[in-house]
């Protein structure tokens, strides 16, 4: 993803991003969040699944889904650049770019991104996010990745700069408590109103 940012003249560095993680409703929450940016007169782009006919879907301009020739265009584009610069890339980086690169030249105030993956490595990670919404966090995640809620979160939270601000929606106040650990340690803020938790004493 580097490599092809770099070949393109980095699209990913003319976006404010918002970066959306989560077990689900990472989907739902981007179109609310596109509700709102509308209802504020707030130009956007957002990036995300699941799709239902084609892979138009996963692109949004203002609440207008990508024309067929604008997609082809794009993909054209991103995959010739990435062909002639020997840029080894799978379909998830090809998409993600082609929607970076869309709302780049539209020159969108903030674009919407759905990651995939949980962590600084996901293909949306190539943009600085301003913010990071986190939905959830559930046992199934954590099972499927084998993993502990505190690895999963210090992972995804990798991406906090100091002007990163990190909101979820997660029901467990030992991860929220985890997540705003991780966003103090990343010098990041933390824009939730339950900062810390604090474990019941046993006459509790």
């Known amino acids: 993803m580097k490599a092809l940012d770099q070949a393109l003249d980095f699209p990913s560095k ?19 969040a596109t509700k709102l940016l509308q209802e504020e007169k707030i130009s956007f782009g957002a990036f995300y699944s699941p799709h239902i006919l084609s892979y138009n879907e996963h692109f949004v301009l203002n609440n207008e889904t990508i024309s067929n020739k604008t997609f082809t265009e ?33 020159n969108v105030e903030v674009a919407l991104l759905e990651m995939r993956e949980d962590s600084p490595f996901d293909a949306t990670a190539i943009c600085h996010p301003q913010v990071i919404a986190v939905t959830r966090i559930t046992e199934e995640q954590l099972t ?50 339950c900062l810390l938790y604090t474990s019941p004493s046993p006459r509790d």
């Open 14 to 32: 003319k976006l404010d991003a918002i970066l959306v993680s989560g077990t689900n409703g990472k989907g739902l929450t981007i179109h609310f």
């Open 74 to 106: 794009l993909a054209n584009e991103v995959i010739n650049i990435a062909q002639s610069n020997e840029i080894a890339v799978t379909s998830y980086d090809i998409i993600t770019m082609m929607a970076i690169l869309y709302f780049a030249q539209n």
């Open 144 to 193: 499927q990745k084998n993993d502990l809620s505190a690895s999963v979160i210090n992972n995804l939270l990798q991406l906090v700069k100091s002007d990163t601000h990190v909101i979820s929606g997660d029901q467990s106040k030992l991860n929220l408590q985890l997540m705003a650990e991780a966003v103090k340690k990343n010098n990041g803020t933390w824009a939730m109103p």
